[in-house]
């Protein structure tokens, strides 16, 4: 992950998913990392990722990447928001939500529950909106390969990309996969994060 590991492993694909939905740049942000302890048991044996077993033949190993952080950051038209990463939150294994609040209304989505979107209202009742591909914008329906009803998984997303892909290396049209250009903006997001953490200052985006 190189010198910064909470962002730069699952932040990144909320900074990438926050401007997507949007449609809004990240001009500048203020960020705060913290490790939650500096020295850590490294198993010397192998570990299976989320084993519930435990080693008991370990060597400390100094930690020097955060566990968290809390970022605050400016669009390009103005607006403001947050993002809190964790890797050290119990309960939350894989979790990522977006909250958008606008003038009439406001959006939230979280992935443990991905195939609904949560709409809420000043001046009438809330709505759930489930995922049916019949209610879809027509640039979204290519990214759906169930019918209404049946749930989207997690994993479909990576298959939904790569079809996209390989699709595109034949047909003309217009596609929605990440490109270079975009991981080079996480890169340069990452790093500007980053900065501001070891500054504490502002930092703007290039």
């Not at 198993?43 to 370990?58: C, G, H, L, M, W």
């Not at 952080?69 to 939500?97: H, P, R, W, Y």
């Amino acid at each position: 992950m190189g010198a910064t590991r909470a962002i730069a492993d699952i932040g990144s694909h909320w900074l990438d998913m926050a401007e997507f939905v949007t449609g809004l740049k990240i001009t500048r942000v203020m960020a705060k990392f913290e490790i939650a302890y500096p020295v850590r048991k490294k198993p010397i044996s192998q570990v299976e990722t989320f084993a519930r077993s435990k080693s008991d033949n370990y060597e400390p190993i100094k930690i020097q990447t955060e566990d968290a952080a809390v970022v605050l950051m400016e669009f390009d038209n103005g607006a403001i928001g947050s993002l809190v990463v964790s890797q050290i939150f119990a309960g939350k294994k894989n979790t990522c939500s977006l909250h958008i609040g606008g003038s009439g209304y406001a959006l939230s989505w979280d992935s443990e529950h991905l195939n609904e979107l949560s709409i809420g209202y000043r001046d009438q009742p809330n709505q759930a909106l489930v995922k049916d591909a019949s209610l879809m914008h027509k640039s979204a329906v290519g990214t759906v390969s169930y019918p209404g009803g049946h749930i989207e998984g997690f994993p479909d997303a990576f298959k939904q990309g790569f079809r996209q892909f390989y699709t595109s290396l034949s047909e003309e049209g217009e596609y929605d996969y990440a490109k270079l250009e975009d991981g080079l903006r996480e890169m340069m997001l990452c790093e500007a994060i980053f900065n501001s953490a070891q500054s504490g200052e502002w930092i703007s985006i290039e």
